[in-house]
């Protein structure tokens, strides 16, 4: 569960994120959308303790898994304060993430390495994102800067998704995607969160895909929240589309 409390931050005169409180229930599929400069990136940025707030903070309770932690009572963490947060997050935000002097083949072994998972199961995991990959990011022979937009935000998104966190940020998913590739990927993060039963939270500019995925959309206008609407069989699509069409 994540937790906002009186978040605020600014960039000169300009308002980027002024949200008094906003609560992100475990298992949640949220949709977080807006025009350009509505505040998505910037909350997504602060979530990760990427950015730091002018005010207020941010609190992400522990799932209850025995994976990360050796007890069963919930564990609340500030981000800005404590790096145990990062045991149960997966996050992609841009290319920045990626370490492109590396094969993915590569990139992968060294995520594995560094979580003391073996090679086969690394290998095994990959095998779980074949569908999203489409036969073009392994075995090719090249560094991850070399790879289009789209392979790069699958790289992305993949490791984000690689060790099965609980909770999982992306801000804007499906940009650089072809529309197969979209479709491929609203299955794979449904089918995520219903394996696994995580948090997702999703900036993005697509209205369409966020609607599909979404059992929660939260409309930001001028880093304010304007509406926090429940899509539960699609029900907030009627509201969204008269507000992007007003």
Not at 129 to 137: H, N
Not at 164 to 180: A, G, M, R, T
Request: hydrophobic share 35%; aromatic share 8%.
């Amino acid at each position: 569960m994540i937790t906002i409390s009186n978040l605020k931050k600014s960039f000169g005169e300009t308002i980027a994120c002024d949200i008094p409180s906003l609560t992100i229930n475990d298992g949640d599929i949220l949709g977080l959308v807006g025009n350009n400069g509505a505040g998505k990136t910037t909350l997504c940025r602060m979530l990760l303790d990427l950015l730091k707030p002018d005010e207020g903070q941010v609190s992400i309770t522990r799932p209850s898994d025995s994976r990360f932690s050796r007890s069963n009572e919930a564990e609340t963490v500030n981000p800005a304060e404590s790096e145990k947060w990062k045991e149960w997050t997966g996050a992609y935000i841009d290319e920045g993430f990626l370490i492109d002097f590396l094969t993915p083949e590569e990139y992968f072994a060294f995520i594995g390495k560094i979580t003391d998972m073996k090679q086969e199961d690394v290998d095994a995991r990959l095998k779980d994102f074949e569908r999203l990959a489409a036969g073009e990011i392994f075995g090719q022979k090249k560094l991850i800067r070399n790879l289009s937009a789209g392979n790069k935000q699958k790289v992305g998104i993949m490791s984000a998704l690689f060790n099965k966190p609980k909770l999982v940020i992306l801000d804007e998913p499906f940009n650089f995607l072809d529309p197969s590739s979209q479709n491929i990927l609203k299955h794979e993060l449904t089918a995520y969160q219903e394996q696994t039963g995580a948090t997702i939270l999703i900036s993005s500019h697509n209205l369409q895909h966020t609607i599909d995925i979404s059992t929660r959309i939260t409309l930001l206008e001028k880093g304010r929240i304007i509406k926090d609407l429940s899509n539960e069989n699609g029900a907030a699509k009627t509201e969204l589309e008269n507000y992007f069409d007003s």
